[in-house]
C-alpha cells in the first residue's frame, strides 16, 4: 500500500520516482544487454556474512530483493506462482531463504540468499537456447557460453567461450547520474517506483509461502 502511494504521488505531481536497486547498475548486468533473449531458466546465489544491519526484516527483503528486481527486469514476465522453504539461525526471521519462481511465459528462477555464510557471493546463472551465462557481480565478471556451428567432435557441440573482466566501476554514481538523467532530460528512470513494487510484491508472495510451511 505505501508503494503504491509513493507511485501515485510521483504520478500526480509529475516526478521522478526512482528506487535504489544499486545491482541494476553493475557493469556485469549492463554488460549483458544484447546478450539476453528469452531466458528459460535462471538460478541466483547471494550469501553474506552475518551483519546485525538489517535483522529487522528476513533474508528475502534484506538481499534476495535484489535478486528478483534483476530476475525480473530480465524476464519480462508476470509471476505465476512462488514456492519458498527458510529457516531463521541467528535471528527471529528467515536468514536463508530458498524460492522457486515461474514466470507466466514459463521460465523458472531458482533464487537463494543468505546472510549467515563465512564468504560473500552475489552470482547469477542464466540459461537460453544455445547460451549459458554466468554473471558475478561481486567480482564484476562475465562468462558466455554459447553453441556455434558445427561439432567439435561428434556429438559433441562447438561452444565458444567469452570471458570478461568489467574493471571498476562507480555503481552508485551511475545510480545518481541516471537519476539526474531522468530529471533534467526527461528520461524514464532505470528502475521505477513500479519496477521497485513488483520486486516488493513477489518478494512478499515469497514470505507468504514461507509462513505457510509448519515451523
Avoid at 21 to 49: D, K, T, W, Y
Avoid at 170 to 190: C, H, N, T, V, Y
Amino acid at each position: 500500500e505505501e508503494a503504491d502511494e509513493l507511485i501515485q504521488l510521483a504520478e500526480q505531481n509529475n516526478a521522478v520516482f526512482q528506487v535504489g536497486h544499486l545491482e541494476r547498475f553493475n557493469p556485469v548486468l549492463v554488460a549483458l544487454e544484447g546478450i539476453m533473449q528469452e531466458p528459460l531458466f535462471i538460478e541466483s546465489v547471494r550469501i553474506a556474512p552475518f551483519k546485525p544491519r538489517g535483522t529487522d526484516v528476513n533474508v528475502v527483503l534484506d538481499l534476495m530483493i535484489h535478486d528478483i528486481e534483476i530476475i525480473q527486469h530480465i524476464v519480462k514476465s508476470p509471476v505465476e506462482r512462488v514456492d519458498a522453504i527458510g529457516a531463521p539461525v541467528f535471528t527471529g526471521e528467515e536468514d536463508i531463504a530458498n524460492a522457486r519462481i515461474l514466470f507466466e511465459n514459463g521460465c523458472v528462477a531458482n533464487v537463494t540468499a543468505s546472510r549467515i555464510s563465512l564468504k560473500s557471493e552475489r552470482k547469477m546463472r542464466i540459461f537460453q537456447r544455445d547460451t549459458y551465462i554466468t554473471l558475478d557481480f561481486q567480482n564484476r565478471k562475465l562468462l558466455v557460453a554459447q553453441k556455434g556451428s558445427g561439432e567439435l567432435f561428434p556429438g559433441v557441440p562447438n561452444v565458444k567461450v567469452d570471458e570478461r573482466e568489467l574493471g571498476e566501476a562507480d555503481a552508485l554514481r551511475s545510480e545518481i547520474e541516471s537519476f539526474i538523467a531522468a530529471i533534467r532530460e526527461g528520461k524514464p528512470p532505470q528502475v521505477s517506483g513500479r519496477d521497485g513494487r513488483m520486486a516488493l510484491e513477489t518478494a512478499l508472495k515469497i514470505n507468504t509461502s514461507l509462513n505457510r510451511r509448519p515451523s
